[in-house]
């Protein structure tokens, strides 16, 4: 398993009892969004000053070397830039009970990161980490079950761990949930309940959520029926790059539902299916670029 630069970086609420903590330059500089124990709100990758971040950290932790959520944000900080050190930094913190640096340090153990992976370890960390309430091991062990990663594959607890994380307002996790009453394999059908679950992710503009809501509203699936708000959904989430929007805007153009005229699209519609499916990428598939007319521009 590879490990993004930034994998912890999914934003949360931050938490009231942090309030009372000392702030540091390294909190404001490199605090984790998805950290329950951080003490200001998090730094998302796009806003991070990488350099200046590693410098306030190592000051801060060289000050309170027994600090452990300094320790976490100065190794998460190096290990992202492939600095070993920052591997003793989380395991410092993670012996030390840190649920973030429980959870980092846990994937790193999975990860080609290191010279050889300790798949044992990994889960144990990752498990004290959801089981001490942190939203996004809840998150990761619940996919291990879900998929039998690493894990005898465990339908049950995987939707245990998932509630658990979506009560703690994991869009992740509200997602997978709405997706498993839409599929109905595992739980019984229920687009409603899946709407329900969405609607949370939906508020924090969440791209996936946006684009399985629109499907039901286009539908009148669990909600109301109302196309225009299943295209506006698509739209957004089409217009943040998220091509899954796309692709459904142009099968859906291609239907013709949009404009009223479903089986039977207008020159319109094909002309909207075209530019939203080239925009999906699937111009390359034969089958799909004769149905639309011919190529992309």
């Not at 999914?10 to 309030?19: E, I, Q, R, S, T």
């Not at 959520?69 to 840190?98: C, F, I, K």
Request: include cysteine; glycine fraction near 12%; proline fraction near 3%.
């Amino acid at each position: 398993m590879r490990v993004s630069i930034f994998y912890l970086l999914a934003a949360l609420l931050l938490p009231g009892a942090a309030l009372a903590e000392t702030v540091t330059d390294c909190d404001r500089l490199a605090a984790d969004p998805s950290d329950p124990d951080r003490v200001v709100a998090g730094v998302v990758a796009a806003g991070l000053d990488y350099a200046a971040a590693v410098v306030a950290c190592r000051k801060a932790s060289a000050g309170a070397p027994g600090n452990a959520r300094l320790g976490y944000q100065l190794g998460r900080l190096l290990t992202a830039g492939r600095d070993r050190d920052g591997v003793a930094h989380l395991e410092r913190a993670a012996a030390s009970g840190y649920r973030a640096a429980q959870h980092l340090y846990g994937i790193l153990l999975g990860s080609d990161y290191l010279s050889s992976a300790d798949g044992e370890r990994s889960r144990a960390l990752i498990a004290k980490a959801a089981a001490a309430g942190h939203a996004a091991a809840q998150v990761h062990l619940a996919r291990r079950y879900w998929e039998g990663n690493g894990v005898k594959r465990d339908v049950a607890a995987a939707l245990r761990w998932y509630r658990a994380a979506a009560q703690k307002g994991s869009p992740e996790a509200a997602v997978a949930l709405a997706e498993a009453h839409l599929s109905g394999e595992v739980v019984a059908k229920d687009p409603a309940q899946a709407f329900a679950y969405l609607e949370a992710p939906l508020a924090a503009g969440n791209n996936r959520a946006r684009t399985l809501a629109a499907s039901l509203y286009v539908f009148g699936e669990g909600v109301a029926a109302d196309p225009t708000k299943g295209r506006e959904l698509l739209e957004a989430a089409a217009g943040e790059g998220y091509l899954g929007a796309a692709l459904n805007l142009g099968i859906y153009h291609q239907s013709g539902i949009f404009s009223g005229h479903q089986g039977e699209p207008t020159e319109a519609d094909r002309e909207a299916a075209r530019r939203w499916l080239c925009r999906a990428g699937v111009q390359g598939r034969r089958a799909r670029r004769e149905s639309i007319g011919g190529g992309c521009p």
